[in-house]
């Protein structure tokens, strides 16, 4: 499988409906957007230093939030933008370190954050009309913070380590309508969390060669591709609409390509 619109994708990512795709793209690291189609597409924003990461969609597909590195201290902040290219903005103005973005059902960005003074982590919800925001409860303590296509449930990494490091640990997952959080048995270990377009399964990457993906009916795990045998550099995924797992590798040159893997 080969991505028709653009010949170097990285952190692909489609919309809940299945109609509209954005990815960045290497080495300059800008975000993109299309139909799926491939008409409609558009830059949304320009070139920067260490570029995009990490787009996700609001769960009425109209606006996406993302990660960037910044120049000031090589800081990470989140970013939001509407599909059209209009809009672009932080997401909040503060000091805080922000690692990855998620969305409530109401369309507020769920963001990551970790604080420069205490180092310490926490999932806080910014209502982005008025930049207002607050603490998710029981949301201290996570990274890596991803939300279902309805952006009813949240899965996060604990965060163990300090200021200036990253031990993704355990997941757990938070359902907005219980304000519950319950961990996920045999989850943990680096790699995004992405969702099915169901929102029954969540991916995860216990290395960079392994994707697997748990049924959150039946906690029943199973592993859908191996790209050992690629002899990767590097190893990422997104997750099509349709459940098809898209693996990316960085050979010796810096050229990239996709490659759809048949699940075991």
């Not at 599909?83 to 960005?109: C, F, K």
Request: proline letters at 6%.
């Amino acid at each position: 499988y080969e991505f028709p619109l653009d010949p170097s994708p990285r952190h692909i990512a489609w919309s809940p409906d299945g109609e509209w795709v954005t990815w960045t793209r290497f080495p300059e690291g800008t975000l993109w957007c299309s139909r799926t189609d491939g008409t409609r597409k558009l830059r949304l924003t320009e070139p920067g230093e260490l570029g995009v990461t990490m787009p996700r969609w609001s769960p009425d597909g109209s606006r996406i939030s993302f990660t960037r590195a910044m120049k000031e201290g090589l800081a990470i902040r989140a970013f939001v933008v509407s599909r059209d290219g209009q809009g672009l903005r932080p997401v909040t103005e503060d000091e805080y370190i922000q690692d990855s973005t998620a969305w409530s059902p109401d369309g507020r960005v769920v963001v990551s954050s970790l604080s420069r003074a205490a180092g310490e982590t926490a999932l806080r919800v910014v209502d982005l009309e008025t930049g207002e925001w607050e603490e998710l409860p029981g949301g201290e303590g996570y990274i890596g913070v991803s939300s279902s296509p309805d952006g009813r449930r949240l899965v996060a990494h604990e965060w163990e380590g300090h200021s200036g490091e990253v031990h993704p640990g355990q997941v757990h997952l938070y359902d907005s309508e219980t304000g519950a959080w319950a961990a996920l048995p045999g989850v943990d270990g680096g790699g995004l969390l992405q969702w099915s377009s169901d929102g029954r399964h969540v991916y995860f990457m216990p290395n960079e060669q392994v994707t697997r993906r748990i049924d959150l009916e039946t906690h029943q795990i199973e592993t859908v591709a191996d790209a050992s045998t690629l002899e990767a550099e590097s190893f990422w995924t997104s997750i099509d609409p349709d459940g098809r797992i898209i693996g990316q590798r960085t050979l010796t040159s810096p050229d990239i390509f996709t490659r759809d893997l048949e699940y075991e």
